[in-house]
């Protein structure tokens, strides 16, 4: 078995009196996709935010490479990181969001190398060599030099795995990434995910998209109402879903 990346102990989270995460425990190993399927509302990208402390957990913890992400318990009682060092765990896992969020004043290449350059403090020259290495990659080393505005929803969000990429992250978190963009766009940039993940990159996924779920994830995750009703390798769950609730998902979203 491979090392462990990740491991969620109990985790839960509330706003306010909506408690959205009732106890999640799940452990994510080295080189391994998960992804993660159910309807709205049940907690997927909540869980998400709170592997890399965007949102604070209220409860129980998540260890990434050993270490408790964002805080530490100090005395009995749970204490933040200082910023710094958690800006260094965030740095070590890339996020791709369902909006692009790329810089719109920088091009295609200034987007990729700005976090290598600020945050790491690589050399200028050899950013913009990582950059179009990473550019090229995805499949845009032609559009390096355009801005975002030029280019389809589709390239856009290619630039933005490019840009995560670059800060050389251990895991990778995708927040549906295809769900802002146009049917036809969708593929290219499930093609991309895909190469990374035959690459070995350790991956979890949050999506709609049941094809690439099947076809690349090595387990899938039902979850439900807060909770993680059922996993399993992709054809266990799609094939013979053991919990009526999974059944009754698949059943409204495959046809």
Do not use: W
């Not at 996709?33 to 049940?42: A, F, Q, T, W």
């Not at 200028?124 to 280019?151: C, I, M, T, W």
């Not at 999506?207 to 690439?212: A, I, L, R, S, V």
């Amino acid at each position: 078995m491979a090392e462990p990346i990740i491991v969620i102990e109990g985790l839960k989270k509330s706003f306010g009196k909506l408690e959205v995460l009732k106890g999640i425990d799940l452990t994510i190993r080295k080189g391994e996709v998960v992804v993660v399927i159910g309807p709205s509302g049940s907690g997927k990208s909540t869980l998400l935010r709170c592997i890399n402390f965007l949102e604070q957990p209220t409860a129980g913890r998540v260890l990434f490479h050993g270490e408790e992400v964002g805080q530490r318990l100090v005395g009995g009682r749970l204490v933040p990181l200082p910023e710094k060092v958690l800006d260094q765990q965030r740095a070590r896992m890339g996020m791709v969001f369902q909006r692009f969020n790329l810089f719109p004043h920088m091009t295609a290449l200034e987007n990729v190398i700005e976090a290598p350059v600020q945050v790491r403090r690589m050399p200028r020259a050899e950013a913009e060599e990582l950059g179009l290495r990473l550019l090229r990659r995805v499949g845009l080393a032609d559009k390096a030099s355009q801005y975002p505005n030029f280019l389809s929803g589709g390239q856009q969000q290619r630039v933005a795995i490019a840009r995560a990429l670059a800060m050389e992250p251990d895991v990778m978190l995708f927040d549906e990434p295809t769900s802002a963009l146009d049917p036809e766009l969708v593929g290219e940039v499930l093609q991309v995910m895909q190469d990374l993940a035959n690459d070995g990159m350790t991956m979890v996924v949050v999506t709609h998209e049941m094809g690439f779920a099947r076809e690349v994830g090595d387990r899938v995750l039902f979850m439900d109402g807060g909770l993680i009703v059922e996993e399993g390798p992709p054809e266990q769950i799609f094939s013979e879903p053991r919990h009526p609730r999974t059944r009754e998902f698949l059943s409204k979203v495959l046809h």
